[in-house]
């Protein structure tokens, strides 16, 4: 299709396979990562076409964001897609973390999983065109909806996101730019992790009625429709990607 697309979190899991996604299609891709830049390497080496690049930023970082995403756009010549993918999960249980832990995990948590987005996506606006094909796609969780109790921090900053793109949607579609999230339940990656091991793997995948997790393919293929052409009427949608392990109205 020859778009040009920005995935943060790009080097590994799901936002690995969101760069192969677009790239199979004849999308030029800039794949973003924080420390991971061999990794990220490796997905642009692995990906058909040309064009693809690496971008790099701490997204805790407003002046690294903006260095990022106007490089990748210079290099692109624009952006018409925008994926929100990176993230970061700790574990803090309130009654045990103790009170620097706790800080600790809320200020990176909502620094790269809700700030980072956010400002990522003010700067990637600026390069968008406003001719109804820009798209904005965040990649936000099941935990908005159902809670982490381990993990508040990342269940408030998913539930933020959601906002935040229902808040864009109204926002930008004027301007022709379509704003939707993806909320999807355990994926099969390196951050799900202990997870899918063992008796916690067993009662982890018993949670869908499909026995399993998803696939990153399966998180990228959403991802690549909502972004697509005929998803623009998608617009502030939130598609929950769970395998009917969670339910909501």
């Given amino acids: 299709m020859n778009r040009r697309i920005l995935v943060t979190g790009g080097s590994r899991g799901i936002g690995a396979a969101i760069s192969r996604a677009f790239a199979d299609l004849g999308d030029a891709v800039a794949v973003h990562c924080s420390s991971s830049r061999e990794a990220a390497q490796a997905v642009v080496a692995s990906l058909p076409g040309k064009g693809h690049l690496v971008v790099q930023a701490d997204l805790r970082d407003a002046e690294q964001v903006r260095a990022m995403v106007d490089g990748a756009a210079v290099a692109l010549g624009g952006i018409d897609v925008l994926v929100n993918n990176a993230g970061v999960f700790f574990s803090h249980p309130i009654e045990e973390a103790t009170y620097e832990e706790w800080q600790a995990a809320w ?87 202990e997870h899918l091991e063992g008796e916690l793997g067993d009662a982890t995948r018993a949670q869908s009625p499909f026995n399993r997790v998803a696939t ?29 392990s969670y339910l909501r109205m």
């Fill in 107 to 193: 200020a990176d948590t909502l620094g790269v999983n809700l700030v980072g987005a956010a400002n990522a996506t003010w700067c990637a606006v600026r390069h968008m065109p406003r001719d109804g094909s820009a798209r904005i796609v965040n990649v936000g969780s099941r935990g908005a909806f159902r809670g982490e109790p381990d993990s508040p921090a990342y269940g408030a900053s998913k539930a933020a996101i959601a906002a935040f793109g229902q808040s864009l949607a109204k926002s930008l579609g004027g301007s022709g730019i379509a704003v939707s999230t993806v909320a999807p339940g355990f994926v099969e990656t390196e951050m799900a992790g």
């Fill in 216 to 244: 990153p393919e399966e998180i990228a293929a959403a991802v690549v429709w909502l972004a697509s052409p005929e998803a623009q009427w998608a617009s502030g949608a939130i598609l929950d990607l769970n395998g009917a």
